[in-house]
């Protein structure tokens, strides 16, 4: 009998609590050692659906504030980039779905403002969300270069959900 596959939200909604960690000895050569925290696709989805209008993020700004909270070294960079993912697609599953009042993910950007590939529809599609949101994009050389004009202006602090 075929597994019936998981849709995004089956996948944001895990039921797991965030938790903190050795840095693994593999990746102690890159991130150094001590506590690292590993997030939660929910705790992720929260944070962006709290997201004020005309405001934006960076997934650091994610990392480095829960960070703080949870009183880690760091946030792992691998997990967040993997929940922001899943949190972008839930988000367009519910839109798919009729559901207005979605987790507003393209206004978490990478760093330096840059936008993210990895988005559903490519950076085409976060561009012209962005721009919908009255947000200038400046695009580059190639689609890993786009950013967003003054960035910087509209970061919102962080407040934890």
């Known amino acids: 009998m075929p597994v019936k596959k998981k849709s ?3 996948k944001l909604y895990t039921g797991r609590k ?3 960690v050795e840095v693994p000895k593999k990746w102690i ?3 150094g050692r001590g506590k690292m925290l590993i997030l939660t696709p929910e705790l992720v989805y929260s944070y962006v659906k709290a997201l004020p209008d005309g405001k934006l993020s960076t997934i650091n700004n994610i990392r480095d504030g829960y960070a703080g909270i949870y009183k880690a ?8 980039g993997i929940f922001m993912w ?9 839109k798919a779905h009729g559901v207005k009042n979605v987790a507003p993910y393209w206004r978490v950007l990478k760093e330096g403002g840059k936008l993210n590939t990895k988005y559903p529809g490519g950076v085409k599609h976060h561009a012209a969300l962005l ?3 009255g947000f ?3 695009k580059g050389k190639t689609e890993f ?3 967003v004009k003054d960035f910087e202006k509209h970061l919102a602090a962080f407040k934890p959900v």
Do not use: Y
Not at 73 to 80: I, L, N, Q
């Open 86 to 94: 899943i949190c972008a697609n839930c988000a367009e599953e519910e």
């Open 18 to 20: 965030p938790k903190l």
């Open 131 to 133: 721009e919908k949101d």
């Open 145 to 147: 270069s786009w950013t």
């Open 136 to 138: 200038t994009v400046v």
């Open 8 to 10: 995004w939200r089956e």
């Open 29 to 31: 050569k890159t991130l």
């Open 73 to 80: 070294d760091f946030t792992c960079p691998v997990s967040t």
